[in-house]
Structures are given as structure tokens and as C-alpha cells.
């Protein structure tokens, strides 16, 4: 029954709980107990909206880092991630396998603030080797929503 509660609050987490209870064939009482027994449990931590940005009036500036890390003593790359997801403007920190260690996604308002985030909060840590910074152009998919689905091309063919 948790999978099939997770699976529906991914697909859509506004859906109503009594719509979700019928849909699973329990009771509404047995469906918020579940789900309250995720959030104790760390498995839902929080119910959040995917908004496409560039259809507002917000300007937001995204952007990958790739960062090269020296490992803390005992505590291996969790200190050094805990350090960086302190920062308001990081979104997601992840650990990686590869050419670099740690993943960071920030936001700011402009290029220029978020390469300062970078020069003035991240580069200067004294366990950062280095650092490789992304923008983001254009987001056409994200967390397996489709931003703008193609137009169709109407444009005409000519022969000669």
C-alpha cells in the first residue's frame, strides 16, 4: 500500500485524500495514517509544485557545479556536502561517481551573482579542488514533466 500511496502523491500531490482512498479502495482514516507515518518515518519529506519559471515574470538563473573535493578525516564527503547545503541558493547537492565528487544545483538572479556564489562561498572552501560551473539555457524536461511540448512544423515545402 506505501508504494501505491508514493507513486500517486508523485504523479500528483494535490490530488484530494479522499479522491486518493477511493482510488487505492481504503479508508480516508487509513490513507492519512499512512501518510503520516511516511513523514514520521523520512520517507515523504515534502510536498512541493513544479513551476516553469520562464512563463512568469521571475527572473532565475540555474546552474550545475561540478565539484572536486578532498574528502574530511572520519567523515568522508557527508561534512563536506552538510557545509555546502547550508547555502540558501543550493537547491540539490549530490554525491557522485566519476570525474568529479559532489553535484551542487544552485539559483540566483543573474550570472553574475550566481559566479559570485561560486568564487566567494564555494571555491574558497578549504576541502574544494576545483570547480566546473554549468548554466542551465533552457529546461525542456524535469522530474519527467515535459516543459513545451514541439509545435508542429508549419512551414512550408518548396520544390523546384
Not at 566519476?98 to 539559483?107: A, Q
Not at 562561498?121 to 524535469?142: D, G, R
Amino acid at each position: 500500500m506505501e508504494e501505491k500511496i508514493l507513486r500517486l502523491l508523485e504523479q500528483n500531490c494535490a490530488l484530494d485524500h479522499k479522491q486518493m482512498a477511493i482510488m487505492l479502495g481504503i479508508t480516508l482514516e487509513e490513507l492519512e495514517a499512512e501518510i503520516a507515518g511516511m513523514f514520521e518515518k523520512g520517507i515523504l519529506l515534502k510536498y512541493k509544485a513544479l513551476i516553469n519559471w520562464e512563463k512568469t515574470n521571475r527572473e532565475l538563473v540555474s546552474a550545475h557545479i561540478e565539484l572536486r573535493v578532498t574528502p574530511q578525516r572520519g567523515e568522508g564527503f557527508d561534512k563536506v556536502a552538510e557545509r555546502i547545503y547550508q547555502y540558501p541558493e543550493v537547491k540539490n547537492v549530490y554525491l557522485m561517481s566519476g570525474s568529479y565528487d559532489i553535484s551542487v544545483m544552485i539559483e540566483g538572479k543573474t550570472m553574475k551573482e550566481v559566479a559570485l556564489f561560486v568564487a566567494e562561498k564555494l571555491a574558497p572552501m578549504e576541502f574544494v579542488i576545483s570547480t566546473k560551473t554549468h548554466f542551465v539555457l533552457k529546461k525542456y524536461k524535469e522530474e519527467g514533466v515535459v516543459f513545451d511540448e514541439p509545435q508542429a512544423d508549419e512551414r512550408s515545402v518548396i520544390t523546384l
